[in-house]
């Protein structure tokens, strides 16, 4: 190979594969300094947060990245290897990517008032912290779906791809966690939690379930009708559509319902690594908490579930809930040999129907 060909090889593998969505956000003051955020995260979401912050700290401009989980890791993972500046806070849905890089060392430790209010299963080493309360759901199509064939359990889940597969034939949903760095973890800790996911794969796979990369676009196709019901997706999301006005229900399944802590840290090699801990701060504190419940995430800690969710009665929520912890259990999710095999159990669910 001529050292031309080689250069142009190296070049074309420095250059990242997809570029994240930009988004800017003047001072509201005279502009003292500069925030930068790397996150996965719809703006709609994200949005609200970061105008009431500046509400806070007048004088600091911010800016949004907003990638892909995958994307966002890989990014992370080589800036931290080269001792890179990228931002001064990042977070993510894949809280085991957040972990992970964590463990590698790209991450800087804090510790406030703020921090101290984060419930234990959402504070590892004082460097990763959990900022969201985002169950996994069930959502369907409410004019479309009957009453009697909405599932609020894996295993009814499984009876309704079993005894109305003609009806349910290419008209299910869920991530496809080759791709999705969300769906991966949840379809880690559904085969953990339970023995009706090896089922539920092999239902998928007959029912020819279409495999999406992101929750909008799950979301976009059962409001469409394009499929019926879509199976662990955020609840977040899903309820914000649900407040526009979108015709879908949403279902917290009974047997367990997993919870997703939105994982935030400030890098290693953070710019500004104070402007970085401050709007963490915010993100873990009382005022930023109410905001996200209120405007963003719509789930909180020790909050009944909003008006119109399915969900059990309230004194049947014990032990429904299960968070995923932030902590040691999420490094085996970015172990090799666990997600191969894992990966390799999905696509044969798919590939021998």
């Given amino acids: 190979m001529s050292r031309g060909i080689l250069a142009c090889l190296l070049m074309l593998l420095s250059v990242p594969a997809v570029a994240g969505t930009s988004y800017e956000f003047k001072a509201k ?3 003292a300094g500069h925030l930068r955020i790397e996150g996965s995260g719809d703006i709609e979401a994200i949005e609200p947060l970061i105008r009431d912050f500046q509400e806070l700290e007048t004088t600091l401009s911010v800016t949004y990245v907003d990638s892909l989980t995958n994307d966002l890791y890989g990014m992370m993972q080589e800036a931290c290897a080269r001792g890179e500046t990228v931002a001064d806070l990042v977070f993510s849905s894949s809280a085991d990517h957040m972990v992970k890089l964590a463990n590698d060392g790209c991450a800087q430790p804090h510790a406030s008032p703020q921090t101290a209010r984060a419930p234990p299963f959402a504070n590892w080493h004082d460097e990763v912290f959990g900022f969201s309360f985002e169950p996994a759901v069930i959502v369907y199509n409410r004019n479309l779906v009957p009453p009697a064939d909405v599932p609020r359990s894996r295993d009814q889940m499984v009876d309704l791809l079993r005894n109305k597969a003609a009806a349910y034939d290419t008209r299910i949903g869920t991530y496809d966690i080759a791709r999705s760095g969300i769906g991966y973890l949840f379809g880690f800790f559904d085969a953990q939690q339970s023995s009706a996911f090896g089922r539920m794969m092999e239902g998928f796979g007959r029912a020819h379930a279409g495999l999406y990369c992101c929750t909008g676009e799950l979301l976009r196709d059962i409001e469409s009708g394009k499929i019926l019901i879509g199976y662990n997706l955020l609840g977040s ?12 229900g949403i279902v917290l399944p009974r047997d367990y319902t997993l919870v997703l802590s939105r994982a935030a840290f400030v890098p290693a090699h953070a710019a500004n690594p104070q402007a970085g801990k401050k709007f963490l701060d915010y993100l873990l504190s009382l005022r930023g908490q109410q905001m996200a419940a209120e405007k963003s995430f719509f789930f909180a800690y020790g909050q009944a579930a909003p008006e119109g969710v399915d969900a059990a009665e309230p004194g049947l929520q014990s032990g429904i809930y299960r968070p995923i912890p932030l902590g040691p259990a999420l490094l085996a999710v970015t172990d090799r040999h666990k997600k191969a095999r894992l990966l390799k ?7 021998a129907q």
Wanted: hydrophobic share 35%; proline share 5%; no cysteine.
């Fill in 29 to 31: 003051s005279a502009e």
């Fill in 345 to 351: 159990e999905w696509n044969q669910s798919f590939q």
């Fill in 237 to 248: 999301y899903a309820y914000g559509r649900f407040k526009a006005g979108a015709p879908i």
